[in-house]
Nanobody, 119 residues
Framework: VRLEESGGGLAQAGGSLRLLCTGS????????LSWFRQAPGKEREFVAA????????SYADSVKGRFTISRDYISNEIELQMRNLRPEDTAVYYC?????????????WGQGTRVTVSP
């Protein structure tokens, strides 16, 4: 079972980036597909999740209104559209298959993709 992220990179504050995560080896039918991020020196934190119930989504307060998560329930892909980026969004972003919004509920992780937002 694998998750693989793509996208990310460098953006200026106020700009946009898109992250994509592709899952394989499982249908993830009873798990949320989620994004977490970890900034240097900080703990990994929840960003957004697309639940296994069609259309269910949740977001961290820090990204509400700026980030949008979408999930393709057939291809097991999730996308994170990030808009109005801020320097504090700089982090390594991880895709994960989880049962809750806490990292310890996730049993499959991608390798991470770096997002850097300049002022």
């Amino acid at each position: 079972v694998r998750l693989e992220e793509s996208g990310g990179g460098l953006a200026q504050a106020g700009g946009s980036l898109r992250l994509l995560c592709t899952g394989s080896g499982s249908t993830f039918s009873r798990q949320s597909l989620s994004w977490f991020r970890q900034a240097p020196g900080k703990e990994r934190e929840f960003v957004a999740a697309a639940g296994y119930i069609f259309g269910s989504k949740s977001y961290a307060d820090s990204v509400k209104g700026r980030f949008t998560i979408s999930r393709d329930y057939i291809s097991n892909e999730i996308e994170l559209q990030m808009r109005n980026l801020r320097p504090e969004d700089t982090a390594v972003y991880y895709c994960a298959a989880c049962t809750r919004i806490y990292p310890d509920s996730c049993d499959v992780w991608g390798q991470g993709t770096r997002v850097t937002v300049s002022p």
